[in-house]
């Protein structure tokens, strides 16, 4: 057998100066620890003894005197779980707490609680905790769930982040996020808020080490993709031009691959979303929490002629659209010249660039604008900023008694959100410039005060708004 380390011979003398363990247990320990690398004889070692195991050492674990010997088993724990993860699911065994003599959960963050500036006893003890936390029960690690929060929002927080510091807290957030049924609590807690600056705002000399906290907070967040409210959560915190970003920077394989698939998670639940509110009586299964996906585009009720609107009526997810805004398409058309290792990739920039092209030919249609327009909640999307659409769709402003034309009128004059105030001065001064008719379609009943109306806004408040006001009135003016 190799010579036992110095460190774990202390270990060895604290367990039996404490009588922790009987004799036969403690020559396993003592195996274990001096074959460390030697996969088949570890396994060897613990086949059928996983409790009696697990058990062990973290009892020693709860009777370290000195920091140094609290590291040195934590790690070596850390790493035999990690390699094991058979012992893993004993840490989440509620019919081992007694023997274990404490709850597992609560005890490793007891450690990163009372050594909070020391990294090598916080870090294992953090990812034996999340280990505990996903295979146990809720009920029994409520306490323990909202010490291991507490202490991730608290090191996420800090003005600059440091690798060291959050790398393990992003470890055990991925490690409780595998368990579906506790992806919710990330939700509840508001832990999403905190990936954009994990992508952006990391600080490390090693680069590589950087590229790996970035593919962590996406394999973090890809998890967190599977959920419905998941999406609505990572949508809100601008995932999407994040991961355009990513796919635009980082060349590593690994990081792209796991950014479209967070992309296409999204794209498919809007797919089922679309077809789950045209046809609620399909024979595909939708889950019921799809719904919330509806939330993502309600920005209140607009009023417009004495009747309240509700945005929801007019288009609930809006995913699609923003990957084409951001400028996704064109970054896939450039991915599509490279030659990936994994030929899963290359297909799923297809499937994605796919999806894209076909829910761009819905989006920049006419009959999608008029239904956008005929709700008087405006949005920026491809639509409104796809030049080819205005020249393309030019005559049809004359259907239906110019209808489109008017409602746009409508919305200048009554609306009072400044998004909506902003597309509409913008379309406004597209048909202008693009009708055969130009400014004389401000002469149709009911356009007799926008012109007036476009001309004031351009002293409005909303940067925005007095933009588009001043190039709308500009058309108006130049365009006869």
């Known amino acids: 057998m190799p010579e036992i380390s110095a460190d774990a011979a202390d270990i060895i003398k604290l367990i039996r100066g404490l009588e922790l363990l009987d004799e036969p247990t403690i020559i396993l320990l003592e195996q274990l620890l001096s074959n460390r690398s030697d996969e088949g004889l ?56 007694s023997q274990f003599g404490a709850n597992p959960a609560m005890t490793f963050m007891r450690f990163v609680r009372l050594n909070p500036t020391d990294l090598s006893i916080v870090n294992p003890a953090l990812y034996l905790a999340s280990t505990a936390l996903r295979y146990g029960e809720y009920k029994a690690n ?28 992003l470890r055990g957030c991925i490690q409780i996020a595998r368990r579906k049924e506790y992806r919710e609590l990330f939700f509840k807690e508001k832990m999403v808020s905190y990936i954009p600056r994990l992508l952006t705002e990391i600080v490390s000399d090693d680069s590589g080490s950087i590229i790996q ?6 394999t973090f967040a890809w998890l967190l993709s599977f959920e419905y409210k998941g ?14 970003r990513v ?28 077809a789950h509110m045209l046809n609620p009586l399909s024979n595909e299964w939708i889950d019921d929490r799809i719904d919330v996906l509806g939330n993502l585009n309600v920005s209140g009720m607009v009023s417009m002629g004495g009747l309240e609107l509700n945005s929801r009526l007019r288009r609930g997810a809006s995913l699609v659209s923003e990957m084409v805004s951001v400028g996704l398409l064109k970054s896939l058309s450039q991915l599509k010249r490279r030659k990936f290792g994994d030929e899963d990739v290359s297909e799923l920039i297809q499937r994605l660039e796919d999806a894209l092209e076909s829910s761009m030919e819905v989006l920049t249609s006419f009959s999608e604008y008029r239904g956008e327009v005929l709700t008087g909640v405006l949005e920026w999307s491809p639509v409104h900023t796809n030049e080819r659409f205005w020249i393309d769709n030019a005559h049809r402003f004359d259907e239906n008694d110019y209808e489109v034309v008017i409602a746009l009128g409508t919305i200048i004059l009554q609306t009072k959100d400044d998004t909506t105030l902003a597309v509409a001065c913008h379309d406004l001064g597209k048909v202008v410039s693009h009708h055969p008719s130009g400014r004389t379609l401000l002469s149709l009943p009911g356009m007799e005060d926008v012109k007036e109306r476009v001309i004031s806004l351009m002293s409005s408040e909303s940067a925005n708004v007095a933009k588009e006001a001043l190039l709308c009135t500009q058309t108006i003016m130049i365009r006869r």
Request: hydrophobic content about 50%; some cysteine.
């Open 42 to 97: 570890i396994q060897y070692l613990i086949a059928g003894k996983e409790d009696l195991i697990t058990v062990s050492i973290f009892r020693i674990c709860n009777s370290a005197q000195t920091s140094h010997i609290l590291s040195y088993v934590l790690h070596f724990f850390a790493d035999i779980v990690s390699r094991k993860p058979i012992l893993a699911i004993q840490l989440g065994r509620a019919d081992l707490i």
């Open 247 to 274: 796919l635009q920077r980082v060349q590593k394989e690994k990081c792209i691959r796991i950014s479209l698939m967070i992309l296409w998670n999204m794209a498919e639940a809007e797919r089922k979303y679309i």
């Open 231 to 244: 999406i609505v959560c990572l949508v809100r915190e601008k995932i999407i031009p994040q991961l355009r």
């Open 213 to 218: 906290l970035i593919y962590e907070t996406l």
């Open 142 to 169: 409520t306490d323990a769930f909202s010490a291991f929060f507490a202490y991730a929002r608290f090191a996420q927080s800090s003005d600059i982040l440091h690798i060291d510091e959050v790398q393990f807290v």
